[in-house]
């Protein structure tokens, strides 16, 4: 099926990004998700994100691991390398990855299934390393490739296809990343593209490890009735609990608003992340307050950016790794040479 | 008696975690700077506190340093295990004790002499601080040698120097417990023993190192940038090594940046998986680990493999299976790392026998993963890699350069008309490669799952052979860069002796003395797999083999007989597996079982 080919042709009126490129130079091939797949909507919603904050595609590294979300990356920005890797280990490879090119955009695609049961190990990780990446679950609930097991975000009651009933209670990537040191904690629905867009902009600007959940209801395993996971019931219980935008660096000057709750995040390379809606006692900076509203509002999909802190080195920081990639460093930079060999033989008479 | 001069065995029975290793290090070093071919044997416990240890000192003038087996000198420093230390005593040989306690008779043999030091006592006395007596106990012992064995004194002196120079109450804490232990045994014993000590020039070219700090030095030196691992006896002080050099050379001068990364990582799923990762984006990365990591590794192994991306992985193999012994050494992952991961695959492995090798290999594996695209193993283990070897002073030639492989450039990409990942070009089985962040004309979806050599994802049957069969033929021209096997050959041998690894300095003496029995053998050490055609060749000119290597199931004679013409019947294995380093008795023990066969050759 990824052998079908998509039309490349650009209408002429189609509006240029700062590298002069159309959103049409920001797709990839034909998606072979099932029609009506919250996914696609998601991978609209990165070409755009990509698009609007004019990443090179060269410069974008797209990682994934396996199942249905992990596919996704095939069917944006063409011109980026990709890397589909095995199923829940996309963190330890963006690490590498990362470790050895700082400078590229590190965009990680994943499941519930692939970050929440054989990949959460390394998702715990690489939050705790502050790996300078977006990181995407995309999460509907449901092993969909192997055809409708429950995943571990499968909340309690919540039933499959064939009417049984999830017994045993689930994991919250959100409450998780907040309780393990993320710093850059979101929530979305698929159907939510208005929310969704300046969400991935911000998460791809911020400086460390980006988390962004994004709620992508199965419209094969886990759109029907009984499903906590459907469009339905994701539209019923969405609750916007703060509403951002995103000024890109070189954009309008932004007064602080200075009202109650409400802040502007400057981001690392100079955007700002303008709440224009925070709960009354919400601060988006205190990791302690959005675990308690994820609490007092149990039973809602919560979303909209929960905490943001631009504070916290990432990993290369931390490691004090220079500016150029590793990889590309000169190699009488590494090898000390025959003379220094000499003289630490002596270490070892 | 007749007197024997550096040529002799002295076993050390301690407890673990009582500061003897810093006393054995010392007598060993003393030993090798006064330029006697020497060996130490570390045999320690998975354990900090409280469990038996025992090092083992062989000196010979020729420069056999496998072990011994018998000893002619035993220190029986730990009652848990004073009976077993005891009977292992060579007859006529000697025990020396502490004599702060009477001996128990039941522990007395006729043909062995008693040398009993009131260790315990004299540090009693001589020291206040309770760990200090304990340490200092250890430190007497070795003064007590120093008479015994002839030792240079001035040689410790200077070592204790260098060690304490600025430390003086530790300095002088040692000299002290030296002189107590010197000045016991001179009073009340013969001095020197009639097996003793005495200077030569043996070792003037020489070094005292180990394995694992020779392979990180040869990481360092091969241009290794990105490092992942997890903590993993016997591995772990191959990082701790790199992380050491890495500080005192990878600074950057100008902005004080650490011209490295080294990532301790989640498990050993997540280390492989950062060394593949940093590798695509094109930097030398590496991990280090023993058997239960490389089982961890599997699943990304096979990625790599397939995807044709580049992994050095340094396994120190211990003894298996599962958690095995940790502490003990074994040539037991030879075919779990040649044939890792599910479906068909195939790796490359590099052997060394010392730590000069790993030093040299090192680099090596860099530029065979990096040439052929593909995951390079490093077959260390634990004898080589955590005990001191007397080797030749590291080289390095100042003209190396890394062989990057294939990598095209963003000049090359804009060039082509459209570039194809796994298009085998110029009659080389390895295609061209691209790297993340140079063009956007070398982007492609690097995938584990069916691909053609497009770089497509396929599930058409011709199209995912040809892919396979491709990285069989790279795995083949592999065999022609690999290190090609140390043979040495005999004159009238007709059976060949094939060994690997850490067997080296005892599968020679033992040669050495089936040759003085007239049973002459060729010798050959494997290197690397895939097998250089010498390897083929070697079997192919001898009535049959002996392949001596230290596992239960002869994986390296089971190699040689799936990856070789070679019939079943000319491989004989020589298995001993019980998790020491290897002694020429070993060899010879299995051997001499075996005598009507050879005598049927050299009648």
């Known amino acids: ?349 | 008696m007749r007197s024997r001069i550096n040529d002799f065995a002295i076993k050390l029975a301690n407890v673990n975690g009582t500061g003897s290793a810093s006393a054995n290090g010392l007598i060993m070093q003393a030993i090798f700077r006064m330029g006697v071919p020497v060996s130490g044997k570390n045999l320690f416990p998975s354990n900090i506190q409280g469990l038996p240890t025992w090092y083992e000192i062989r000196v010979n003038p020729k420069g056999y340093t496998a072990r011994a087996l018998d000893y002619d000198l035993m220190i029986a420093m730990n009652a848990q295990t004073y009976k077993r230390d005891v009977q292992e005593v060579r007859s006529g040989g000697y025990l020396l004790y502490d004599s702060s306690w009477p001996l128990d008779d039941e522990l007395l043999r006729d043909d062995v002499n008693y040398i009993g030091v009131p260790l315990a006592r004299m540090c009693n006395e001589n020291f206040r601080e309770p760990r200090e007596r304990i340490l200092m106990k250890n430190i007497a012992t070795a003064g007590a040698l120093i008479e015994l064995l002839n030792i240079d004194g001035a040689v410790v002196e200077k070592l204790v120097e260098e060690k304490y120079g600025r430390k003086k109450a530790l300095r002088e804490s040692n000299q002290k417990a030296l002189k107590l232990g010197a000045d016991y045994v001179r009073e009340h014993f013969q001095c020197p023993l009639d097996f003793h000590l005495e200077t030569m020039q043996a070792n003037d070219d020489k070094i005292l190192i180990d394995g694992n700090t020779a392979t990180a030095l040869g990481c360092v030196y091969g241009g290794a940038t990105v490092a992942a691992w997890y903590p993993i006896t016997p591995a772990t002080s191959v990082m701790d090594g790199f992380k050491e050099f890495c500080e005192q050379y990878r600074k950057d001068p100008e902005t004080g940046a650490n011209n490295f990364a080294i990532l301790q990582a989640e498990d050993e799923l997540a280390a492989i998986g950062m060394v593949i990762g940093a590798s695509w984006n094109g930097a030398r990365a590496f991990t280090s680990t023993a058997g239960p990591g490389v089982s961890l590794m599997n699943e990304l192994l096979g990625l790599a493999y397939y995807a044709e991306i580049p992994a050095v992985v340094i396994d120190v193999q211990r003894v298996g299976p599962s958690t095995g012994m940790p502490t003990r050494t074994q040539q037991g992952d030879l075919l779990e790392c040649a044939y890792a991961s599910h479906g068909d695959t195939k790796h490359i492995l590099l052997i060394p026998a010392n730590p000069s090798e790993c030093f040299e290999f090192a680099p090596k594996c860099f530029d065979l993963a990096e040439r052929f695209q593909t995951p390079v193993f490093l077959m260390s283990d634990l004898d080589i890699g955590m005990n001191d070897w007397v080797t030749p002073k590291l080289h390095w030639d100042d003209a190396y350069r890394p062989d990057r492989g294939k990598v095209l450039t963003a000049a090359q990409l804009e060039e082509l008309p459209k570039y194809f990942r796994y298009l085998p070009q110029n009659g080389s089985a390895v295609a061209a490669r691209t790297l993340p962040g140079v063009h956007s004309k070398g982007a492609f979806f690097t995938r584990g799952s069916g691909h053609n050599k497009f770089g497509g994802y396929t599930e058409i049957p011709d199209e995912y052979q040809e892919v396979m069969d491709r990285l069989l033929l790279k795995h083949k021209e592999a065999a022609g860069a690999v290190p090609e096997p140390v043979i040495i050959r005999r004159e009238g041998a007709r059976v060949g002796m094939i060994t690997i690894g850490g067997c080296d300095p005892a599968v020679r003496e033992a040669l050495d003395i089936l040759e003085d029995m007239g049973r002459p053998m060729d010798f050959m050490r494997i290197r690397a797999f895939p097998f250089h055609q010498k390897v083929e060749e070697f079997l192919a000119e001898h009535d049959y083999c002996y392949v001596v290597e230290q596992n239960r199931d002869g994986q390296l004679c089971s190699m040689l007989i799936l990856e070789t013409p070679v019939s079943k019947d000319k491989i004989r294995p020589v298995l001993i597996y019980s998790g020491y380093p290897l002694s020429a008795k070993n060899v010879l023990d299995v051997i001499t079982s075996k005598v009507e066969e050879l005598d049927a050759i050299y009648r």
């Not at chain 1, 999830?166 to 710093?183: F, H, R, Y």
Request: net charge neutral; with cysteine; glycine share 10%.
């Open chain 1, 1 to 349: 099926m990824p052998s079908i080919v998509k039309p490349l042709v650009s209408h002429p009126s189609l509006s240029r990004n700062e590298l002069g490129l159309t959103i049409r130079d920001y797709e990839g091939s034909m998606s072979t998700l099932c029609a009506g797949c919250g996914h696609d909507s998601i991978t609209a919603a990165i070409t755009r994100a990509l698009w609007e904050l004019s990443t090179p595609p060269h410069m974008l590294a797209k990682l994934s691991g396996i199942g249905c979300s992990s596919k996704t990356p095939t069917y944006f920005v063409g011109g980026a390398h990709g890397f589909n890797s095995a199923h829940g280990r996309m963190p330890a490879i963006a690490t590498g990855a990362n470790a050895a090119n700082r400078e590229l955009t590190y965009l990680g695609v994943s499941g519930d299934g692939d970050s929440l049961s054989i990949g959460i190990g390394h998702l715990c990780h690489a939050m705790r390393r502050n790996l300078n990446m977006l990181y995407v679950i995309e999460n509907n609930g449901v092993y969909g490739l192997t055809k409708g097991q429950f995943s571990a975000s499968s909340d309690v009651g919540s039933k499959s296809k064939k009417g049984e009933a999830n017994k045993m209670s689930p994991i919250d990537p959100v409450q998780l990343a907040l309780s393990l040191g993320a710093t850059f904690v979101a929530r979305s629905f698929s159907g939510d593209k208005q929310q969704l867009v300046p969400i991935l902009k911000a998460g791809l600007s911020h400086r460390g490890f980006a988390i962004v959940d994004v709620i992508s209801p199965c419209v094969t395993f886990n759109d029907h009735e009984g499903s906590t996971k459907s469009y339905k019931y994701t539209r019923g219980k969405h609750l916007v609990a703060t509403e951002s935008d995103f000024v890109p660096p070189s954009g309008e000057i932004v007064a602080e608003i200075g009202q109650v709750g409400q802040t502007n995040v400057t981001m690392h390379d100079g955007s700002v992340l303008r709440f224009t809606r925070v709960p009354e006692n919400y601060d988006v900076s205190d990791r302690q307050a959005a675990l308690k509203y994820l609490r007092e509002h149990q039973g809602e999909v919560v979303t909209g950016v929960l905490f943001v802190d631009e504070s916290v080195p990432e990993m290369h920081e931390m490691n004090n790794t220079p500016q150029a990639p590793l990889g590309s460093l000169p190699f009488e930079k590494l090898c000390p040479g025959s003379g220094e060999l000499a003289k630490l033989m002596e270490d070892f008479r």
